[in-house]
């Protein structure tokens, strides 16, 4: 159970990378256009930041950090059974 719940976060936090570099790419492209004269979707990346990219990039965050410390929790618990 523990490694499928770990196995679903992992899956989880990848589609959620590629959300957060879409968008990135997104914002470069349409900075470049927007500089330019061309509409590549600046506004409608500025009115979608607020409702998803946001807590895209705060739940990729809080995800590496969750699944950091269960690495680590996980670490120690081996390493105090293998020492009993």
């Given at each position: 159970?523990?490694?499928?719940l770990?196995?679903?976060?992992?899956?989880?936090?990848?589609?959620?990378?590629?959300?957060?570099?879409?968008?990135?790419?997104?914002?470069?492209?349409?900075?470049?256009?927007?500089?330019?004269?061309?509409?590549?979707?600046?506004?409608?990346?500025?009115?979608?930041?607020?409702?998803?990219?946001?807590?895209?990039?705060?739940?990729?965050?809080?995800?590496?950090?969750?699944?950091?410390?269960?690495?680590?929790?996980?670490?120690?618990?081996?390493?105090?059974?293998?020492?009993?």
């Amino acid at each position: 159970m523990k490694e499928k719940l770990l196995n679903w976060l992992n899956v989880a936090l990848m589609c959620n990378l590629f959300l957060v570099l879409i968008s990135f790419f997104w914002l470069a492209i349409a900075v470049v256009g927007e500089t330019t004269g061309v509409n590549l979707g600046w506004n409608l990346w500025q009115k979608l930041w607020e409702p998803v990219f946001t807590p895209a990039i705060g739940i990729l965050m809080a995800g590496a950090i969750v699944s950091g410390i269960t690495s680590w929790i996980s670490k120690k618990l081996n390493s105090k059974a293998s020492s009993s």
